[in-house]
């Protein structure tokens, strides 16, 4: 019998569940705000009523579960059954024990984790890295986070904190991280630190032109937002300081890439989140400068031993991942359990 499970993730901004099964098969969706501006008490009813959604709907449709899985910025404590910490986005949230009130009011195994764990997870069983034993997963996003197979075994690390791959420093001595190291990889290969230097080289290159030139600009003017996909889709057209900044994205990026698969040497390494995204959005020239700067970071044994490849789950990504945390019985909250 293909056993089933209620997948969900949990953002700073949405809150999307589904049921899934065994197979990585997504039979249903649910989607609301996660509202964590109103506080952890909103941000728990939210989640116990997209869990009693998903759990009538599956009632309906004959479907028995096997769990709840629920993935989560920040550090998951199943003892606890709730976030011991890292969860910037969500204020409050560390203090709640979801996992145990989950268990309680629905009768099923309750399974939790890190969402880029989870996610990595997930490619692993049903994404880019389906039959593979040995993968990285970095996800390029407001941070940078990441997920390590081994064996074809998540690894979680000694308390769980494994993958914390964004807070790698990779310039000693450069800014100043929120984690309070400096010189940190997320400061400069995440959406945040790429805008910051696009900032700089387009800040140079206003000052080097002129008149018309500068008038023929593809970047929004002072005040307005610029975007990873302004960035790539301005590089695509051919612009020299957008193909420059794209180059020194590459660069970044692959300091960190390289020394990951020094010491994994992984099969696969998987790139997601939203720079992935927006890169692969604008013909692949975010992984084709990634990959030109791969060689000066890695050792050449392990560089042709390993494939490059974006993520391949998208939106589904973290209900999916969180399934997986259900069907391996990874991170089970057991208290009160037989
Ligand atoms: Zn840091």
Request: with cysteine; proline share 2%.
């Given at each position: 019998m293909v056993r089933h499970a209620i997948g969900i993730d949990l953002g700073g901004t949405f809150l999307k569940g589904g049921i899934v099964n065994e197979r990585g098969e997504l039979l249903e969706t649910h989607t609301i705000p996660?509202?964590?501006?109103?506080?952890p008490e909103r941000i728990l009813e939210n989640l116990l009523d997209t869990a009693r959604h998903l759990s009538d709907r599956a009632k309906e449709r004959g479907v028995s579960l096997s769990g709840i899985g629920v993935v989560s910025p920040g550090v998951i404590d199943p003892v606890y059954g709730?976030?011991?910490?890292?969860?910037?986005?969500?204020?409050?949230?560390?203090?709640?024990p979801f996992m145990r009130t989950m268990e309680g009011l629905f009768g099923l195994p309750v399974s939790a984790h890190n969402d880029v764990t989870s996610h990595a997870l997930g490619e692993a069983r049903?994404?880019?890295?389906?039959?593979?034993?040995n993968i990285v997963m970095a996800s390029f996003g407001t941070g940078i986070g990441g997920g390590i197979i081994v064996d074809g075994a998540l690894y979680s690390g000694s308390i769980g904190y494994?993958?914390?791959?964004?807070?790698?420093?990779?310039?000693?001595?450069g800014r100043t991280c929120a984690c309070g190291t400096?010189?940190?990889?997320e400061e400069y290969a995440s959406i945040r630190g790429i805008l910051r230097l696009a900032r700089a080289a387009i800040a140079r290159s206003r000052r080097a032109q002129t008149g018309a030139r500068q008038a023929r600009s593809p970047w929004p003017g002072e005040g307005a937002a610029l975007t990873p996909e302004a960035i790539f889709e301005a590089a695509r057209r051919g612009d020299d300081t957008a193909l420059e900044i794209v180059d020194e994205i590459g660069r970044e990026t692959a300091v960190g890439i390289g020394g990951l698969i020094n010491v994994f040497n992984p099969e696969i390494f998987i790139i997601g989140g939203g720079v992935a995204a927006a890169g692969s959005a604008a013909g692949g020239l975010y992984l084709e400068a990634v990959k030109r700067h791969l060689p000066s970071w890695t050792l050449e044994f392990s560089l042709r031993a390993v494939e490059l490849v974006e993520a391949r789950l998208g939106y589904e990504a973290g209900i999916i991942g969180a399934s997986v945390l259900v069907f391996e019985g990874i991170n089970v909250h057991r208290d009160g359990l037989p």
């Open positions: 996660s509202e964590v501006h109103k506080g709730g976030i011991a910490g890292g969860a910037e986005n969500l204020p409050g949230w560390e203090k709640v049903f994404g880019a890295g389906r039959g593979k034993r494994a993958g914390e791959i964004g807070h790698i420093a990779v310039h000693a001595g400096k010189g940190c990889w």
